[in-house]
């Protein structure tokens, strides 16, 4: 049997060793540079959610990353027009943007299904898409595919949304018919087809073209929102649920030379920021709607209205005639609501099982 080694011995042996293991990071390794991002939003800082939290995002940021990585908000306009955001971060006029994918429908038929889609999905079944199914991989090919110098994140989660404040109830389809409306995303060509007139107006616009009668109705955001825009000095019907946006993502949009510069870490600090970003917006933003819907009912003079079984059926079916129209038009359009439509199938049965059945308000 061999004979022990002393630990005297052991100890000088040790003493003597060199550790040849090459450094992990810090050492002499040269610190990244600050990244500072000047981001145009497409939402005045001070509406609640929409605006709000990208200024938070922005805090946390800086204070997580110790400086490293910080970001100063534009409200709309300042830097670049709101439905300017995407060619300008493109392009690299700026560094960066905050908005929604629906915003860019025009130039990305796709682009909708990224930000929200009639009848769901909601929040959590959305997020389960995005982040452990195929939504983030077809989000960032989307824009890929037509050559837009972005890098995306999602970067705020929306809670349902009503779906407009009108002069008077609408009762049938035939009340629709000729109807001027500010209108979002995919949800504007349901109304389309059903014989309204649609148009897509930035937060600043609505009221002022709703004073004027430009349009006759409007939808935009959450009651909380809306209060702060000031839609029930002229119209007072609000209707529910929002079909049309049960669930909004907003973007973070990053100048794909820009985000290439950064480092490791600085790219992780800011996919982490906006993951801790869509947690606050959903808590922010469900928090804060009832005292709002109370406090309009009680002293705005708002009658807070529920679709008829029979009009939201119609909206249904619409839709799904929209979809298969897109679907025909846009091959990509066709690529992401076949996955989304084959993941939401899949979670149909958890959701079935899972969840209790909501019943319509009395």
């Known amino acids: 049997m061999p004979r022990a080694i002393p630990l005297v011995l052991l100890l000088v042996l040790c003493a003597s060793c060199k550790d040849e293991t090459p450094a992990q990071g810090g050492g002499n390794a040269p610190a990244a540079a600050p990244v500072r991002l000047k981001v145009a939003s497409a939402f005045n800082q001070t509406l609640p959610v ?57 130039k990305l038929p796709a682009a909708p299904l990224f930000s929200s889609v009639p009848f769901g999905p909601e929040a959590g079944e959305y997020m389960a898409w995005l982040y452990e199914g195929n939504g983030m991989t077809l989000y960032q090919k989307m824009y890929d595919n037509a050559q837009f110098n972005v890098k995306v994140l999602v970067c705020a989660v929306v809670p349902p949304e009503t779906s407009g404040w009108f ?4 009762n049938s389809a035939e009340d629709l018919k000729g109807l001027k409306i ?10 389309e087809r059903l014989g309204a007139a649609t148009t897509l107006l930035p937060s600043g616009e609505i009221f002022q073209n709703l004073e004027k009668g430009v349009i006759d109705a409007t939808e935009f955001s ?76 009680a002293s705005r003079g708002v009658k807070n209205m529920y679709w008829s ?11 799904y005639e929209v979809a298969a129209e897109e679907s025909g038009n846009n091959a990509f359009f066709k690529l992401v609501w076949d996955d989304m439509k084959a993941f939401r199938d899949q979670y149909d049965l958890w959701e079935s099982h899972a969840f209790l059945q909501r019943a319509a308000p009395e």
């Open 167 to 170: 002069a008077k109830p609408i």
């Open 182 to 191: 500010r209108f979002f995303g995919l949800g504007a060509a349901v109304l």
């Open 222 to 297: 959450m009651p909380v929102v809306d209060e702060k825009l000031g839609f029930h000095k002229i119209v007072n019907y609000n209707y529910f649920p929002g079909w049309h946006q049960q669930t909004t993502f907003l973007e973070l949009l990053i100048n794909g030379d820009v985000w290439n510069e950064m480092s490791t870490s600085q790219q992780t600090l800011l996919e982490m920021a906006c993951r801790d970003s869509m947690i606050n917006s959903l808590a922010v933003g469900e928090a804060a709607q009832a005292e709002v819907m109370q406090e309009n009912v």
């Open 309 to 319: 079984r029979e009009m939201l059926e119609l909206f249904e079916k619409t839709w």
């Open 50 to 106: 929409l605006g709000t939290n990208i200024v938070y995002t922005a805090d946390r940021l800086a204070k997580a990353s110790d400086g490293a990585v910080t970001m100063k908000i534009y409200d709309p306009g300042k830097l670049v027009p709101v439905f300017e955001i995407l060619d300008a971060v493109s392009t690299g006029k700026i560094d960066a943007g905050y908005a929604a994918a629906g915003y860019w429908r025009g």
